[in-house]
């Protein structure tokens, strides 16, 4: 029983430090000084990214026989093509281009208590898809092949803080996948580690609070995708969470008060939800087992309606994405010079979670979604992920339930809004506009088989496990815990 007590009282007491945490505003550094030094890294640090044919990339070759896109090496990854079917979907069937990495990299966040508020070490890093150069992104952000220096550059620093724990306390380790319509069965280690050691910060690296974190994410493509994923992973729950928050500031207005207060309470684990964790994942099981669902690579020749010329593989309705290859200079990486392919989707997505409040307490409504290159089926992620584009093409049955009501949501039920960018190692310009839009209590009380109302503390819960929670819904979460402590 001791040791019950014991694992609940570190486990409260972690999730109160994270909570601290999320209400500094103040750190090392200020936020003022933080913008000085980031717009100083986004000005001194800027990579040449330019369009090549496919045919002209550096050490990257066309297969003859089955059109597949691969480095030399044989490493990094590679671009083929994938049939999916999914029965009674609006699009029962389709192929396309996708990326496979079967690696799986390391996305770190080293944290340290400082003046008794714990910090995270985060690195201002250039990616050649990036939509404004320099974004903040994790301690640590590669993939085996960088960090085994396949490409003969540079170490990664802070690598040894993630590859041998032994000396730290695991704030977080779990293995989460990544974009399902464009990586196939793709997965990262997202880890948090603690440690008590000396460390100074190295030349584009910033010690930030969480508070100054979640301040940087209301802030369009500041804070990147690997970042953001990682945070999620945060234990930002615990019983009795809400109460070890300070009072509310006499500035605050009233309804943004509360509306903060449920967020509060949606963390805490003893605020019950519409359905127990049981129930959750019964759900879950029975709609993986429900879906009758077939991904297989094929020859990226063998990709219907998708064409090669000289410079991208693109849909012959221009739309969805293309594949285009980029030559990249940057005097602030591990290598100074290389070439790779990187998917360009067209247009802006929208990731949005409906929200609303029930007895007091925020629920998420998260859709369980199948997507062809997930591991397992299908993931939870938000109420509506899509490119709203692209439905000008695909039938309207395919048009996603709730989109047209995020899409139409006043500015008053809008909690939470900004353009984030996705991944810029593997996609050019790629950005979504993260949403949190508030419903009333009695909105959608039976949305669907495929939906359920969450609360924070639930969807955190399942992030300890792999293949729970998808990579926009993570990025969501980030979001929602955004609003628990950010000053008004």
Same mark, same amino acid.
């Given at each position: ?5 014991t694992?609940l009282?570190?486990?409260?007491r ?9 209400q500094?505003?103040?750190?090392v ?16 640090d800027?990579?040449r990214?330019?369009?090549?044919p496919?045919d002209?990339l ?5 297969d ?12 990094f ?8 079917e999914?029965?009674?979907a609006a699009?029962?069937?389709?192929t ?16 340290k ?6 910090h995270?070490?985060m690195?201002?890093?250039n990616?050649?898809g990036n939509?404004?150069g320099v974004?903040?992104?994790?301690t640590?952000q590669?993939?085996?092949?960088n ?7 540079a ?6 803080f993630f ?11 779990v ?6 319509a464009?990586?196939f069965?793709?997965r990262?280690?997202?880890?948090i580690?603690?440690t008590t ?11 930030l ?6 301040a ?20 930002f ?5 809400s ?9 605050r207005?009233?309804g ?6 449920s967020?509060?309470?949606?963390c805490?684990?003893e ?16 709609t993986?087992s429900?879906h009758?669902?077939?991904?297989r ?14 410079e991208?593989?693109r ?7 293309r594949?285009?290859?980029v *030559? @990249? ?6 290598v100074? /010079?290389? #070439?790779?392919?990187?998917? !360009?989707p067209? +247009? ?6 409906v929200?609303?409040?029930v007895d007091?307490v925020l629920?998420?409504l998260v ?6 290159g ?17 439905y ?12 047209d *009501? @995020?899409?139409?949501a006043?500015?008053e039920?809008? /909690?939470f #809004?900004s353009?984030l960018? !996705?991944?810029? +190692?593997r ?10 839009v ?11 088989p ?7 503390h639930?969807?955190?819960?399942l992030?300890?496990?792999s293949?729970?929670?998808n990579?926009?819904?993570?990025s969501?979460?980030a979001?929602l ?6 000053p008004?």
């Amino acid at each position: 029983m001791s040791g019950i007590l014991t694992a609940l009282t570190s486990d409260h007491r972690r999730a109160v430090r994270i909570a601290e945490s999320a209400q500094a505003a103040a750190g090392v550094i200020t936020l003022a000084r933080f913008h000085e030094w980031f717009a100083e890294r986004r000005k001194g640090d800027v990579s040449r990214v330019e369009r090549v044919p496919l045919d002209a990339l550096d050490r990257w070759g066309t297969d003859p026989a089955t059109g597949d896109i691969r480095h030399d090496s044989g490493r990094f990854f590679t671009v083929t093509g994938l049939a999916a079917e999914v029965a009674g979907a609006a699009v029962p069937a389709w192929t396309q281009p996708i990326l496979l990495q079967p690696e799986i990299g390391i996305l770190g966040i080293l944290a340290k208590e400082i003046d008794g508020v714990l910090h995270f070490l985060m690195q201002a890093k250039n990616e050649p898809g990036n939509p404004g150069g320099v974004e903040i992104s994790p301690t640590v952000q590669a993939t085996r092949s960088n960090y085994t220096r396949v490409h003969q550059g540079a170490p990664v620093p802070y690598l040894d803080f993630f590859r041998d724990t032994r000396r730290h306390h695991v704030v977080a380790d779990v293995l989460q996948s990544e974009q399902g319509a464009w990586f196939f069965q793709k997965r990262n280690r997202n880890i948090i580690v603690e440690t008590t050691d000396e460390v100074e910060p190295l030349e584009g690296f910033v010690w930030l609070t969480l508070g100054q974190l979640h301040a940087l994410l209301a802030g369009d493509t500041v804070v990147n995708m690997d970042a953001r994923t990682v945070l999620s992973c945060l234990p930002f729950s615990g019983v009795g969470l809400s109460s070890s928050y300070p009072s509310p500031s006499p500035s605050r207005a009233l309804g943004d008060e509360e509306f903060r207060q449920s967020v509060l309470r949606s963390c805490s684990e003893e605020f019950a939800g519409l359905h127990d964790i049981g129930d959750i994942l019964s759900w879950i099981t029975g709609t993986r087992s429900g879906h009758e669902v077939g991904a297989r690579r094929v020859p990226l020749r063998e990709a219907e309606l998708w064409h090669r010329d000289e410079e991208a593989i693109r849909h012959e309705s221009g739309l969805f994405f293309r594949v285009i290859g980029v *030559e @990249v200079e940057s005097g602030h990486r591990e290598v100074a /010079r290389w #070439s790779q392919p990187l998917v !360009e989707p067209i +247009g802006v997505g929208v990731n949005a979670f409906v929200v609303k409040r029930v007895d007091g307490v925020l629920h998420a409504l998260v859709h369980a979604g199948v997507q062809p290159g997930y591991l397992d089926v299908l993931e939870l992620g938000p109420t509506v992920r899509c490119t709203p584009g692209n439905y000008a093409w695909l039938p309207e049955a395919a048009r996603p339930p709730f989109l047209d *009501e @995020v899409l139409a949501a006043p500015p008053e039920r809008i /909690r939470f #809004s900004s353009v984030l960018s !996705e991944e810029g +190692g593997r996609f050019y310009g790629a950005r979504n506009r993260y949403l949190i839009v508030e419903a009333d209590a009695d909105h959608a009380p039976d949305p669907g088989p495929d939906y359920r109302w969450l609360t924070l503390h639930q969807l955190v819960g399942l992030l300890r496990h792999s293949h729970y929670v998808n990579v926009e819904a993570r990025s969501l979460v980030a979001c929602l815990h955004s609003l628990a402590g950010r000053p008004a």
